[in-house]
Each structure stands twice: as structure tokens, then as C-alpha cells.
């Protein structure tokens, strides 16, 4: 009387064998991902927009001000920002080519106030944060 273990043993021996022969075994490299341990500098910008993605907390402060800015303030803002760019256009400006400038005066833009003087050094500026009283002073010399 043959037992069931003493029957299959054969065919267990059959497949590993055949096994065997199937299998091939190969090196195994680590290759860091992540430019900070020595991967390739493409990948961070993947990384980064990765993590982004799947950030799932976002800052309450930025998430509230977003959401309680009316039209009209964000209106407003954009107004200050493209005002604000088209004084220091107007800075670089002067500053390459002397026969264009800006009028000495007392300008407003928003909580900002700025103040244009012409002086022995060149064309000062003085700019007042109205909501903080910050301020601080440019000062673009003459050629």
C-alpha cells in the first residue's frame, strides 16, 4: 500500500527541477530616487509636485483670507501690485536712460504712500506703509 505522501513526492520533485531550470537570478542595484541621496536632478520637481498632490492639510489663515477677500479688495490689490510694478518699471527705467523720469510728488497707492524728492544724490524715494509704518527709502543715483 502506497501512501499519498510517497506519490506526490515524485511529482513534487518534477516541478522543482523544472523550476530549476525556469529560474534565472540577476543583481539587484539601488538607484536613489531623490536628488538629496544622489538621485538624478529631474526628479525633484516630479518629487515635489508629487508631495503637493498628496498633501492633504492646508494653512487655515491662507485657506480663510483667501475666502473672506470680496471681489472689490481683490480687485483693489491686483490694482496696487500692477501700479506698484509699473512705478519700479519706471525705476529701472530711469535708471538706464537718464531723459526719461518721474515727477517729484506725493503719490498713494492703496495703504502705500509714496514720495518722490529729487536730490544732490539723485531721485529719492520714500515709501510709507500706512497700515504697519513701515517704510523705507530708495535712492536712485544720478549717471
Known amino acids: 500500500m502506497l501512501s499519498k505522501n510517497t506519490t506526490l513526492l515524485p511529482l513534487f520533485l518534477l516541478f522543482m527541477g523544472m523550476m530549476s531550470q525556469l529560474g534565472s537570478a540577476q543583481q539587484f542595484v539601488y538607484k536613489p530616487i531623490n536628488p538629496a541621496f544622489g538621485g538624478d536632478t529631474f ?3 516630479w518629487l515635489i ?12 489663515a491662507l485657506a480663510n ?6 471681489e472689490l479688495d481683490a480687485f483693489s490689490a491686483g490694482l496696487n501690485r500692477q501700479l506698484l510694478s509699473q512705478l519700479q518699471r519706471a525705476l529701472l527705467t530711469l535708471n538706464i536712460d ?3 523720469g518721474l515727477q517729484p510728488g506725493t503719490f498713494s497707492f492703496g495703504s502705500l504712500e509714496v514720495e518722490i524728492l529729487e536730490s544732490l544724490d539723485g531721485l529719492v524715494l520714500n515709501i510709507l506703509d500706512t497700515t504697519t509704518g513701515d517704510q523705507t527709502q530708495v535712492i536712485v543715483p544720478r549717471n
Not at 65 to 70: F, K
Open 49 to 60: 509636485q508629487s508631495a503637493e498632490q498628496q498633501n492633504r492639510f492646508t494653512d487655515p
Open 43 to 45: 526628479n525633484y520637481q
Open 65 to 70: 483670507s483667501a475666502a473672506q477677500q470680496s
Open 98 to 100: 537718464p531723459n526719461t
